[in-house]
């Protein structure tokens, strides 16, 4: 009985985390189809001009500034959970926030988990929406 619960249970987060996966993949997909990737990237960005924060996956995220600015953040590795939790956290140092800078993932049962390295901002440029 508790060998098939296991396997039961196994099998059901084996497909959890592939159908999260996909989805991350869909998520990912479906928000950078509205940019055009410019290659152009900055080193640091000011948080005080961080209007939102989308989380894509394990490895992006987007910065939405109050400037119209956009910005995509290849981390410099997978941060685990991050694309699951699709929440961060981070501290600000000397006012801006940096490609050196860490972001925690926020879990919503146990607060900050694991940390990650940000990597260099790119700029996005916003395509026309469809009938513009």
């Known amino acids: 009985m508790l060998k098939t619960l296991i396997c039961t ?11 999260n996966a996909q989805t991350n993949t869909e998520r990912y997909d479906k928000e950078m189809a509205k940019y ?18 989308k989380v894509l996956d394990d490895q992006h995220i987007i910065f939405e500034m109050r400037n119209n600015r ?3 953040n290849t981390l410099d590795h997978k941060c685990s959970r991050l694309g699951f939790e ?11 926030l940096c490609s050196t ?4 993932v926020l879990d919503t049962t146990v607060g900050a988990g694991p940390g990650c390295f ?12 469809d009938g513009d």
Do not use: H
């Open 36 to 53: 055009k990737q410019t290659n152009t990237f900055e080193n640091c960005v000011r948080p005080s001009l961080i209007k939102q924060t």
């Open 70 to 72: 956009v910005y995509l």
């Open 118 to 129: 940000l990597g260099k901002f790119e700029i996005l440029e916003k395509l026309p929406k």
């Open 9 to 19: 249970a196994s099998f059901f987060a084996l497909g959890f985390m592939a159908s």
């Open 86 to 96: 699709r929440s961060i956290t981070y501290n600000v140092r000397g006012g801006r």
């Open 101 to 104: 800078d860490v972001v925690s």
